[in-house]
Nanobody, 118 residues
Framework: QVQLVESGGGLVQAGGSLRLSCVVS????????MGWFRQAPGKEREFVGR????????YYTDSVKGRFTISRDNAKNTVYLQMNSLKPEDTAVYYC???????????WGQGTQVTVSS
C-alpha cells in the first residue's frame, strides 16, 4: 500500500511564498513520477507539475513556470513544491500523487489548502 501525506498549506498574501511537502510511503518499485495537482473551487482538478522519481527531471504547466519548483529528497521519501510569486488564482487544494508505470497516478494524498489573498 502507498500513502501520501501533504503539508505546508496555508494563507499567504499575493506575491508571497509557500512550500508544500509530500511524504510518500510504500512501494517504490516502478514508481516513475511524483506529481502535483490542484483543484480550485468550482473547477476541475488540474495538473501543476511533476518530477521523475529517479532522475529528478521536472515538467510544469505553463501557468506556474518560473514561479513553482518541484524537488525531491529520495532519502526522506519526500517531494516538495516551492511556490513563489503566488497569485490569487493559485488558490486551490493542492494534491500530490504517485505514478506507477503505465498505470499513471493511482495514489493520491488528502490535499492541502492554499489560499492567496489579494
Amino acid at each position: 500500500q502507498v500513502q501520501l501525506v501533504e503539508s505546508g498549506g496555508g494563507l499567504v498574501q499575493a506575491g508571497g511564498s509557500l512550500r508544500l511537502s509530500c511524504v510518500v510511503s510504500g512501494r517504490t518499485f516502478n514508481r516513475n513520477y511524483m506529481g502535483w495537482f490542484r483543484q480550485a473551487p468550482g473547477k476541475e482538478r488540474e495538473f501543476v507539475g511533476r518530477i521523475t522519481w529517479s532522475g529528478g527531471n521536472t515538467y510544469y504547466t505553463d501557468s506556474v513556470k518560473g514561479r513553482f519548483t518541484i524537488s525531491r529528497d529520495n532519502a526522506k521519501n519526500t517531494v516538495y513544491l516551492q511556490m513563489n510569486s503566488l497569485k490569487p488564482e493559485d488558490t486551490a487544494v493542492y494534491y500530490c500523487a504517485a505514478s506507477y508505470g503505465s498505470q499513471g497516478y493511482i495514489y493520491w494524498g488528502q490535499g492541502t489548502q492554499v489560499t492567496v489573498s489579494s
